[in-house]
């Protein structure tokens, strides 16, 4: 008899211990992540890990992101390798995240490239991945049944060009010509452009890719013009942006109406790459900061007020990477907030209740259960001469217009 | 004109500044017989010279040329007799080379990122008046035309150098053969100094142009460009500079007339160029049959 009292009185002090083990909050929260120091993603991602910094410097100037599962504040701790924009070593990098630091949160690094290879690592290790800028529709491929990824920011990117499709229509535009680097993000664009204008009626007289590393555009230029276009709809990286319009810029010839993807992007980028007037009535999409959410943001700051904070603690001027960085550390703070328990597939479960509910400085947080953004839209802007100089500004659809649009885009003195 | 034509004389005016960017890294190669893995972030370097002269000082950049090219010959010199009279007494320069100049690429890149950031730039084509110029009844952008000029010019002064100058004939006589040469008197050291400023000093030249003909520069863009020259020496022949001019336009042909006709596979077939000429005449096309190194 004593024997067995003794017996369940270890049995029952093991499991409380093992259960004060489990429910013991950590000290930090580690959050793990990659940015490209070099190479062809690195501007766009330092301004995204910097985005994410500030993020993390400002939860834990107030003690910490309030965890739910713990009923308390706790400290975050970003651990983050330099991945030089190269997938061999990102994939290394994010396997030693997960498996050598143990971070809690897995953050991607910049674009659909870099993220691609955390996809099945994080679902192997059933981490949750969350995916700053990787819009390629592959990754949330219905079929797949992945649970382990969520898009904070950016619709897909097969759904940006939609609204722009039925811009051109609008104008009565009939010929359009595609041109698009060889890579997901590019790719899924121009296709959605193509099969959206044809179901609208039009004609896709051009439709061709070029390598991504691809930097003279002259001859292709030309070869463009010989299909007499009305538009002509370029998709690549800003690298391709930037040689793009330099050469549309010098060759004298003349479309109508010329759409790139990056100014919505990285405008000031651009903008000191090309210069003022190779950049003037080129259309393009309009994203946060150049759309600013203010008034309908019900979590985390203003479009406004993080732009004075962001550059009062001395960071450079904001654009999208860095807003979407940020805004990637609000979602992680919000589903830390809301999930019962400290885990991953509850942090899942908490983001599918708040999803369609908040409304942050990037857009409406809306996710579908394959974990694709659809809350944000992308209006059609065009690069407006303005008093102060040029300014990217919507022009379609109407409700979201900022200004009327100058079609055909006058000809270059 | 049809678009075959445009396409050939647009691959002439391509091939011509390649010629450049790959002159500099075939000279250092013929005399020294080290490969400069370093020569693209030089060529980064004399860009964001131009950018800075241009955005800065609001120069054109033109003015660029004079001055990156009394700076990097004065670079090259002490960084000739700091690095490679050491590689020298190695078992194996050429082997040590490769890791030597890669080490130091990896350096001005990393050191680039901090001195001008991340961000890609550019220098507005409307520097050279904006309006495209006609040729032959078609239309090429300004900075194109200058750009190819600037370089058959820097070819064609190098040309002079190596064959009517007492020291360009030393710097020949090293390169066919360096023992003979230090028997005959010539001061191996002191040419070979030279002929490794105007290797670096013509890849900045090359540098200058680069925002146009590539449409924007940024601190990763060496490497590269160290390949791609590479490529263009290989076809040429390895260590003859006649031969980069040729591998040049062949270069600029090939991909101007793959962008025209199959665009999404002009990236690889200078590469594919590459292999079938080292398959039927290993040595380049003005290689000799064998190559002493």
Redesign the interface.
């Known amino acids: 008899m004593i024997r067995k009292t003794l017996l369940l009185m270890i049995l029952g002090v093991s499991s409380l211990i093992f259960s004060l083990g489990a429910w013991a909050a950590p000290s930090v929260i580690k959050i793990g992540t990659l940015y490209a ?4 993603f ?2 766009a991602s ?1 301004r995204q890990y910097a985005g994410l910094q500030f993020w993390a410097d400002q939860v834990n100037a107030k003690g910490g992101v309030y965890v739910k599962a713990y009923g308390k504040r706790i400290p975050v701790k970003l651990i983050a390798y330099n991945d030089q ?1 190269s997938t061999t070593l990102a994939a290394s990098l994010y396997n030693r995240l997960i498996t050598q630091d143990r971070v809690h949160i897995l953050i991607a690094d910049y674009g659909s490239v870099l993220t691609s290879v955390a996809i099945p690592l994080a679902r192997e290790h059933r981490i949750l991945l969350f995916d700053e800028t990787g819009t390629s529709g592959k990754f949330f491929r219905p079929a797949d049944k992945n649970r382990y990824i969520v898009l904070t920011g950016l619709p897909t990117s097969s759904e940006w060009p939609k609204v722009l499709a039925n811009f051109m229509r609008k104008l009565g535009i009939q010929r359009v010509a595609i041109l698009y680097a ?1 890579n997901d993000w590019s790719g899924s664009q121009a296709n959605t452009l193509k099969s959206t204008l044809k179901k609208l009626g039009a004609d896709v007289v051009f439709f ?4 991504d ?8 230029l ?2 463009i013009a ?1 299909a007499k276009p009305e538009a002509v709809a370029e998709f690549g990286y ?2 391709n942006d ?3 319009l ?2 549309y ?5 003349y479309f109508p109406m010329l759409f790139v993807p990056n100014p919505a992007l990285h405008f000031e ?1 651009v903008r ?4 003022n ?2 950049m003037r009535y080129v259309y393009s999409y309009v994203a946060p900061p150049l759309i600013r959410y203010n008034r309908e943001v019900t979590h985390g700051p203003t479009l406004d007020a993080f732009e004075a904070a962001y550059t009062k603690s001395g960071g450079r001027n904001i654009d999208l990477s860095t807003v979407a960085g940020y805004n990637t550390g609000l979602i992680v703070q919000h589903a830390l907030a809301k999930a019962a328990k400290y885990t991953q597939e509850s942090m899942r479960t908490a983001i599918d209740a708040f999803s369609g509910k908040i409304f942050t400085l990037d857009g409406l947080f809306k996710v579908n259960h394959e974990g694709a953004q659809i809350g944000e839209s992308l209006p059609v802007g065009q690069i407006l001469p303005t008093p102060s100089g040029l300014k990217l500004q919507a022009v379609f659809p109407v409700e979201s217009a900022a200004a009327k649009y100058v079609y055909p885009q006058p000809r270059k003195p | 004109m049809s678009l075959f034509e445009y396409a050939v004389l647009a691959g002439l005016f391509y091939g011509l500044y390649f010629a450049l960017v790959g002159v500099g890294l075939n000279l250092i190669f013929g005399v020294m017989r080290i490969i400069n893995l370093a020569h693209g972030d030089f060529l980064m370097l004399g860009a964001y010279g131009a950018f800075y002269i241009y955005h800065l000082l609001g120069w054109n950049p033109l003015w660029a040329i004079p001055i990156e090219l009394v700076v990097f010959l004065g670079l090259g010199l002490p960084l000739y007799y700091l690095l490679v009279p050491r590689l020298q007494k190695s078992g194996d320069p050429e082997m040590l080379s490769f890791i030597l100049f890669f080490g130091l690429s990896q350096v001005i890149e990393a050191l680039a990122v901090f001195a001008f950031g991340n961000d890609q730039r550019s220098i507005p084509t409307s520097v050279f008046g904006g309006a495209p110029i006609h040729i032959a009844g078609q239309i090429y952008p300004s900075s194109w035309v200058v750009s190819a000029a600037v370089a058959l010019i820097g070819i064609v002064l190098i040309y002079l150098y190596l064959y009517h100058t007492r020291a360009g004939r030393a710097t020949r006589a090293i390169m066919t053969e360096r023992s003979e040469a230090v028997v005959t008197g010539i001061s191996v050291h002191r040419v070979s100094a030279v002929a490794f400023g105007i290797g670096i000093a013509s890849a900045a030249l090359a540098g200058i142009f680069s925002p146009f003909m590539f449409g924007a520069i940024e601190p990763s863009m060496g490497l590269g460009i160290t390949v791609t020259s590479f490529v263009i020496i290989v076809i040429g022949s390895l260590g003859n500079p006649l031969g980069t001019v040729l591998g040049g336009i062949l270069y600029g042909e090939a991909l101007m007339l793959m962008q025209t006709f199959l665009t999404s596979w002009s990236e690889m077939f200078p590469y594919v160029l590459l292999i079938l000429i080292l398959l039927v005449k290993p040595s380049g096309l003005l290689g000799k049959a064998v190559r002493s190194a």
Not at chain 1, 37 to 40: A, T
Not at chain 1, 208 to 211: L, T
Not at chain 1, 213 to 220: A, D, K, Q, V
Not at chain 1, 249 to 253: R, T
Request: hydrophobic share 30%; charged share 10%.
């Open positions: 120091g070099s190479g062809n690195s501007q330092t924009s060889a061709e890719s070029v390598p590393s691809t930097s003279s555009y002259s001859t292709i030309h070869r010989e800003s690298n930037v040689a793009f330099q050469d810029a010098s060759s004298g010839l980028v000191k790459a090309v210069g007037a190779a």
